[in-house]
């Protein structure tokens, strides 16, 4: 069985400030795990993706997310806040085997302060 | 090009009612999904079909049964909705398993 827990249902952050977005997942066997972006009434788009290679995964939008198998953590990143990053930020898991498909947190809102 | 597409976009019915969901991808891609995002935001993974096995997660109800009739198709179909079925529901597609999913714009379902 796999689960993913987000830490945080809201973060707010200024304008320009760093941004983090705490993901910690469970899995039995190598994960493969993604961070999601879903803006208002809109469908999910790709951040990035972890599927075994380097630990550390840099995705669109400046966004980077660094995995950490001792921590069981894929935390997500980006230097520097901009308003237009305002939305909700999904961290997901799967094992890769036949299609079971994407197991969620429950997703982390990300407010931007001007 | 839209590459995965779902219609109806919003979706108002009366409990009881039977009611389908159409998504189509022309990405080529092996396996199709459908997920459940809860007024929580919560999402939840309800089926992923391909063309050797479909995958249930053992919660839904069977009412719910997708439908494909061919690879680039699954549809959705809901028999006797209830008010707990109102949600915001995604289709998704990879190319295998462990591949990245891209999702469509999401079917609002609201069951007064």
């Known amino acids: 069985a796999q689960s993913v827990t987000q830490l945080g249902s809201h973060v707010s952050v200024s304008e320009g400030a760093l941004v983090l977005l705490r993901c910690n997942y469970s899995s039995s066997v190598p994960p493969y795990l993604f961070w999601y972006v879903q803006y208002p009434n809109q469908g999910l788009q790709l951040l990035l993706k972890?599927?075994?290679?380097?630990?550390l995964v840099k995705g669109i939008n400046g966004f980077e997310a660094e995995f950490k198998k001792s921590e069981t953590s894929f935390h997500l990143t980006k230097p520097s806040a901009h308003m237009s990053d305002a939305a909700e930020y999904f961290c997901?898991?799967?094992?890769?085997?036949?299609?079971?498909?994407?197991?969620f947190g429950k997703g982390t809102h990300l407010i931007i302060q001007p | 090009d839209t590459a995965v597409s779902q219609t109806p976009k919003y979706l108002v019915t009366q409990m009881g009612n039977d009611k389908s969901i159409k998504c189509e991808q022309n990405?080529?891609?092996?396996?199709m999904y459908w997920y459940k995002q809860d007024s929580k935001k919560f999402l939840k993974i309800m089926f992923s079909y391909n063309n050797k096995e479909l995958i249930i997660n053992e919660t839904v109800p069977n009412r719910f049964s997708p439908k494909s009739p061919d690879k680039a198709h699954l549809n959705l179909h809901i028999n006797s909705l209830e008010l707990g079925d109102s949600a915001v529901y995604f289709c998704?597609?990879?190319?295998?398993?462990?591949?990245?999913?891209?999702f469509g714009p999401g079917t609002r379902l609201t069951v007064l």
């Open positions: 998704a597609s990879s190319q295998q398993g462990s591949d990245e999913q891209f």
């Open positions: 990405l080529g891609h092996d396996t």
């Open positions: 997901a898991v799967t094992s890769g085997g036949g299609a079971d498909g994407l197991t």
């Open positions: 972890y599927t075994s290679a380097a630990t």
